[in-house]
């Protein structure tokens, strides 16, 4: 199995939940590819499936119909293969909270079945700095250190694809730059990183490719500089020299002047900001500094999101 490429395909995988008889579909025709080695986003909003996704990829919910592999291996002929290839970092902070963190991993890595002279709870705890706490009670543990922990207990059978499901919700920015550069440092390792999260900047600096559903469908996928092509307005804004009244061959522009800086939108695909210049060379407008607005991935978020409510 060591020679697949894509360390999670799916295709065509349908399920379907029933509230009080009433059928919600909660994946539909869902198809993804996820390279080997990579670090792949699953964005969407709350309902969306991405949940769902990795509860079927965990074991945890039976698809109705489609296909799943993980690491080659098809998850309906070996399910209990297909798990010791992942690991699973859950959005809630399920821990007991009267065992250690030394405990809780090996407890986990004896579940896994892993010999003790394998097992690399002391490498770990070091890993997520937690070696301070590594006798401490779990209830003690701060917010933070309970997200580690999770990544460590699924980190305990040394697995190929690590799933992260919103792995630094909740947590302060200090603590979330942590989690970001273990992220990063396991990747570099050889690890498949699957990662679901509502903060789209996490999505744009940890993720190669990205793959946003909606209701249950996937709406778009690709690489990150390729989503953020899908952006074509941006603005630009210009710290003027005097007071000016906005000249009419600027209109198209939607103009805002506040305070002597001039914020001009335009559309990359019919024009550039040397054009924009040479229109306020023109009406003798003078600027001192200028201030240019790219567009990030939550734009493309909004925008693929609110044109694909319903249809993909």
């Known amino acids: 199995m060591s020679d697949y490429k894509y360390s999670i395909e799916a295709k065509s995988v349908n399920k379907v939940f029933y509230k009080k008889s009433l059928a919600v579909d909660a994946l539909i025709n869902f198809s993804i590819k996820i390279k080997k080695g990579t670090i792949h986003g699953l964005l969407g909003p709350n309902g969306a499936g991405k949940s769902t996704f990795i509860n079927i990829l965990g074991g945890l919910v039976k698809k109705n119909s489609g296909k799943v592999n993980i690491c080659g291996i098809n998850i309906d002929e070996n399910i209990k293969l297909s798990k010791f290839k992942i690991g699973i970092v859950p959005q809630e902070l399920n821990i007991d909270p009267f065992f250690s963190p030394a405990e809780l991993l090996e407890l986990q890595a004896g579940l896994y079945g892993v010999p003790k002279k394998k097992r690399k709870t002391e490498e770990i705890l070091e890993n997520l700095k937690l070696t301070d706490q590594r006798n401490a009670y779990a209830r003690t543990l701060s917010g933070g250190m309970r997200r ?13 694809i690590i799933i992260l499901d919103e792995p630094t919700a909740g947590v302060d920015i200090e603590i979330r730059s942590s989690i970001w550069r273990y992220i990063k440092r396991i990747s570099k390792e050889g690890k498949t990183i699957c990662l679901t999260t509502h903060y789209l900047e996490e999505a744009e600096n940890l993720c190669d490719n990205i793959s946003i559903i909606n209701f249950g469908k996937k709406i778009i996928e690709g690489s990150k500089n390729d989503l953020l092509k899908i952006i074509s307005t941006k603005s630009v804004a210009f710290v003027l020299v005097d007071a000016i009244k906005i000249p009419d061959d600027l209109r198209e522009f939607d103009p805002v002047l506040t305070n002597n800086v001039l914020e001009l939108k335009y559309d990359k695909n019919k024009t550039n900001i040397k054009n924009i210049i040479d ?25 693929v999101v609110k044109s694909n409510d319903t249809t993909i």
Do not use: M, Q, S, Y
């Open 148 to 160: 580690r922990l999770l990544i460590g207990k699924a980190l305990v059978h040394d697995p190929e």
């Open 279 to 303: 229109k306020l060379n023109k009406n003798k407008i003078e600027f001192k500094e200028i201030n240019t607005n790219e567009g990030d991935l939550e734009d493309v978020f909004k925008k």
